[in-house]
């Protein structure tokens, strides 16, 4: 390993926190990176880390070597991607990341049709519902439900994510069928739960045109949108869902839809989120590709919702 390589190996030990979350990612054991980290110490001639047995803390030199580190990164990272697009055909490795629901319903067709137009690309599909870090993760593309924070990356709107209510037949045979928001919150439902985020109220606009909170009851809560719809299914629950996670349940009558005529505010859009604008060859036309297969003005998921453009 030579000095640049342990310098970007400081770096992914620095944005990562810890020792062993860096070694975690190369699938390489933590006494690795410590003696590589020690060896680019005295190849320096300078300390970079305060050590001890739970922690680091960076030195004043070891501060002006990530910044050229980062610095050192990136201009790699842009000649590789110069050099990639004078290939004639696409190659290399397309790594990619998005939640499960997004991989498997939506990502997984576009990559089987698109390795067998570039049977040269190699593609890594790392489906996962934590926000990764795309950049010291190594990430060509990540494709996340709602506009990333940060500001230093790239993100793309590729479709529209509105919202509906949902509930089974047997749901409504059981309640009826609520007529106005304030029955509606009456009724048990199915909400989002997470660490970062807790659904406990419907937005939407009234007959003015003014945004109003209507407080649910929910006695059901997951983070994952396919349990929610598993539970709304079973008869026991409503549900508030975003469009996405809709396949074929309402054609096939498993679900209807609750209020209709309620203008709902709309769910956060699917993005398409990278880390620099020049894109290789590879990544621009898998991007290409997704886009096209969800629909530029009418999303793919709003074909199994009859009549959505009139509803909500």
């Not at 509930?167 to 048990?188: D, H, N, R, S, V």
């Not at 985020?197 to 045109?209: C, F, H, P, T």
Request: glycine share 4%; charged share 30%.
């Amino acid at each position: 390993m030579d000095t640049t390589s342990r310098l970007l190996m400081l770096l992914e030990v620095v944005e990562q926190g810890s020792f062993a979350k860096a070694a975690e990612i190369r699938n390489i054991d933590r006494s690795v990176i410590s003696k590589q980290i020690s060896r680019l110490e005295d190849e320096l001639g300078v300390r970079l880390l305060n050590r001890t047995t739970r922690s680091f803390s960076l030195t004043a030199a070891g501060a002006e070597m990530i910044k050229k580190a980062a610095e050192l990164r990136e201009l790699l990272g842009e000649t590789v991607r110069m050099a990639e697009n004078y290939h004639l055909e696409p190659r290399g490795v397309l790594k990619i990341t998005s939640s499960t629901l997004i991989g498997r319903r939506y990502l997984q067709p576009v990559l089987n049709d698109f390795q067998k137009r570039f049977p040269q690309v190699e593609v890594e599909l790392r489906l996962d519902d934590r926000l990764v870090d795309i950049v010291s993760e190594g990430f060509d593309l990540a494709f996340r439900v709602g506009e990333p924070k940060d500001s230093s990356l790239i993100a793309r709107k590729i479709a529209r994510n509105r919202l509906l209510i949902l509930a089974a037949p047997q749901f409504i045979e059981t309640y009826g069928m609520p007529k106005t928001m304030e029955e509606l919150a009456k009724l048990p439902a199915a909400s989002y739960a997470s660490n970062s985020i807790r659904v406990e109220a419907i937005d939407y606009y009234d007959s003015k045109g003014e945004q109003c909170e209507q407080k649910i009851k929910s006695v059901f809560r997951a983070n994952d949108a396919e349990s929610l719809l598993m539970k709304t299914l079973s008869g026991t629950t409503y549900f508030v869902a975003p469009a996405f996670i809709i396949g074929d349940e309402i054609i096939q009558g498993k679900l209807v839809p609750l209020l209709t005529d309620v203008k709902l505010m709309e769910f956060s859009a699917m993005y398409a989120v990278y880390p620099h604008r020049d894109l290789p060859v590879r990544t621009r036309l898998f991007f290409d590709a997704v886009r096209e297969h969800l629909g530029k003005d009418k999303p793919i998921w709003e074909n199994g919702i009859p009549n959505f453009e009139q509803m909500y």
